[in-house]
């Protein structure tokens, strides 16, 4: 049994640890308000990925390490590229490998659907030059690195675009405001099928320093409003346009630069990810559930 350690307590990094402490690994599961997680072999440790021996002496003995860690979303350009920069340090200093939570901001809005791992990245935004910033210091460095990208979070616990804007209107019964066209296409990944391409991405055997992307299911914000709709059994609620004053009046201003992500279809090949990690997608109606309180 191997021994992992994983940055970043939020709903994807707990349930990669929940999933490695089942096959019987020695898990840490550290952050700097780490909690505690109901799983055998598995330590919780509160500590600051920016502090680089810290983590290393954390990580000692590790196989590998999963930076799972989030910034606040207004302070990515700071504060992403210490943690980033902590946690490869400390991977090198214990020979650990690097696994990488990322998602598909670097890829830019001129980006073509559906997006592949293989596509060069692009970033048109503050948050997608962040993104491909802290991927380029991970696989410039010698620890060997894989990053896995997820799109559009559903899941419990997650915190995203859908389930601050939509989902509080929805459980109140009340008309939804979304921001781009409610009708392009969009890819929404599970975080429970982030976490099991995150374990079996560390399992690859072929060449690292590349790219994965979390299997996901495709559908409108329309489509997913009716679908939560249903599964609360209440009727399809009005489907309201959110514009940039809108977004700035609600206090969603770190919104707009990113609204391109809604405005034309963004689906993700995951063929890859699928044929090497053997992960497929859950179905939409199972992350629907899992997202509902």
Known sequence: MGTYVIVGAGPVGRETARLLAEEGHNVVLTSRNAGSLDAANVRTISSDATDAARLAGISKGADAIFMCAMAAYHRWPTDFFPIMDGTVKAAGQVGARL????????????????????????????????????????????????????????????????????????LRNEPVSFLGNPDAMHAWSFTKDTARTLVAASRFTGEWGRAFHVPSQPASVRDLVKKFAAALKIEVPNLLPLTPVELERIGFHEAIEMSYLFEKPLLVDAGDTEKLLGVTASSLDTMIRDTLP
């Open 99 to 170: 696994i990488v939570l990322g998602n598909v901001y670097g890829y830019g809005e001129r980006a073509a659907s559906p997006l592949t791992p293989d596509l060069e990245p692009d970033p048109t935004t503050r948050k997608g030059t962040a993104r491909h910033i802290m991927w380029q210091r991970a696989v410039r460095s010698n620890v060997p690195s894989l990053e896995v990208r997820a799109s559009d979070y559903l899941g419990e616990g997650a915190v995203t675009y859908f389930s601050l804007l939509a989902l509080p209107s929805l």
